[in-house]
Each structure stands twice: as structure tokens, then as C-alpha cells.
């Protein structure tokens, strides 16, 4: 029964190891639930920053989230024209630090890239600006991502 405990230990511990061995981009590649996410990370050309070393911390909203935008939004942000507001909506969901769940705080403020503040909610569960955390701490080489079920908007763009 030892070993295979040992067993159980090493099998989480390859998994884990194998997570953290990608960066960003490659772990929202490999997961179907955010495959509009890495689109948009594309159309935005923000592959490249997202892979360099960081560290980041990406609020990833899911294909659902971005599903329940109103009619024609993802379609609209995601045209050339329109990768400058793509861009903002998109690096509003990413700080410029490895932040683990461990580190929120209730009330918690984080700049982002896209230079507006997330506020922290822990009150019924962790929020980001209303948006439920479904994932959290999801590790990266370079950063750490936490799975929202909504897309969230700058306030700049309300």
C-alpha cells in the first residue's frame, strides 16, 4: 500500500512538473475551454508576449464567457480594424506578477498590463470583478492563470 501511495505521489508530481514546463499560451492551447481565448490572444498578436518569461497572471475567461458577450462583440473585437480595443479587453485580464489564490485578499486591487485595476472579491467564493474564479492557480512556466467564467471590460470601454 506504500508504494503505491509513492506511486500516487510521483504520477502528481510528473503532471504538475509537466504544467509548469509551459508557458501561458501553451496551456490554454491545450485546453479546449479556452481555445476562443488563445483566437483572441492570437488576433491580438499578444502570443509572443504571453510566452516570454513574465511573470504573469491571467484571469482566463472561458469560451462560455466569451459566448455570453451580446450578439456581434467577439466578432466585432476580433476584426484587423479592431485590435486596439481586442487588445486593452484582453490585457485588462492579465498583472504583471505571479499572483496565486493564496495571495488574494478580500478588496484586493491589481494593476494589469493594460494599465486600469481588478478588484478582488472572496465573499461567496473568489471573484475579479464579479467574474466567478473556476480554476484557480493553474501553473505555468511563466506565470499562473486562473480560470473566470465571464469576460471582463476595462472601465474605460463601460
Given at each position: 500500500?506504500?508504494?503505491?501511495g509513492v506511486f500516487?505521489?510521483?504520477?502528481?508530481?510528473?503532471?504538475?512538473?509537466?504544467?509548469?514546463?509551459?508557458?501561458?499560451?501553451?496551456?490554454?492551447?491545450?485546453?479546449?475551454?479556452?481555445?476562443?481565448?488563445?483566437?483572441?490572444?492570437?488576433?491580438?498578436?499578444?502570443?509572443?508576449?504571453?510566452?516570454?518569461?513574465?511573470?504573469?497572471?491571467?484571469?482566463?475567461?472561458?469560451?462560455?464567457?466569451?459566448?455570453?458577450?451580446?450578439?456581434?462583440?467577439?466578432?466585432?473585437?476580433?476584426?484587423?480594424?479592431?485590435?486596439?480595443?481586442?487588445?486593452?479587453?484582453?490585457?485588462?485580464?492579465v498583472v504583471a506578477?505571479?499572483v496565486a489564490s493564496?495571495?488574494?485578499?478580500?478588496?484586493?486591487?491589481?494593476?494589469?498590463?493594460?494599465?486600469?485595476?481588478?478588484?478582488?472579491?472572496?465573499?461567496?467564493?473568489?471573484?475579479?470583478?464579479?467574474?466567478?474564479?473556476?480554476?484557480?492557480?493553474?501553473?505555468?512556466?511563466?506565470?499562473?492563470?486562473?480560470?473566470?467564467?465571464?469576460?471582463?471590460?476595462?472601465?474605460?470601454?463601460?
Amino acid at each position: 500500500m506504500k508504494s503505491l501511495g509513492v506511486f500516487f505521489i510521483a504520477c502528481m508530481f510528473a503532471v504538475q512538473v509537466q504544467a509548469q514546463d509551459k508557458n501561458i499560451v501553451e496551456l490554454a492551447a491545450g485546453n479546449e475551454s479556452l481555445s476562443t481565448l488563445v483566437t483572441a490572444v492570437k488576433a491580438a498578436g499578444l502570443v509572443d508576449v504571453l510566452s516570454s518569461d513574465g511573470p504573469f497572471t491571467v484571469f482566463a475567461p472561458t469560451n462560455e464567457a466569451f459566448a455570453a458577450l451580446p450578439d456581434g462583440v467577439l466578432e466585432s473585437l476580433l476584426k484587423p480594424e479592431n485590435k486596439d480595443q481586442l487588445t486593452a479587453v484582453l490585457t485588462y485580464h492579465v498583472v504583471a506578477a505571479k499572483v496565486a489564490s493564496g495571495d488574494l485578499k478580500e478588496g484586493m486591487k491589481a494593476e494589469t498590463v493594460q494599465g486600469e485595476t481588478v478588484t478582488v472579491s472572496l465573499k461567496g467564493g473568489a471573484k475579479v470583478n464579479g467574474a466567478n474564479v473556476a480554476a484557480a492557480d493553474v501553473m505555468a512556466a511563466n506565470g499562473v492563470v486562473h480560470v473566470i467564467d465571464a469576460v471582463i471590460l476595462p472601465p474605460s470601454m463601460n
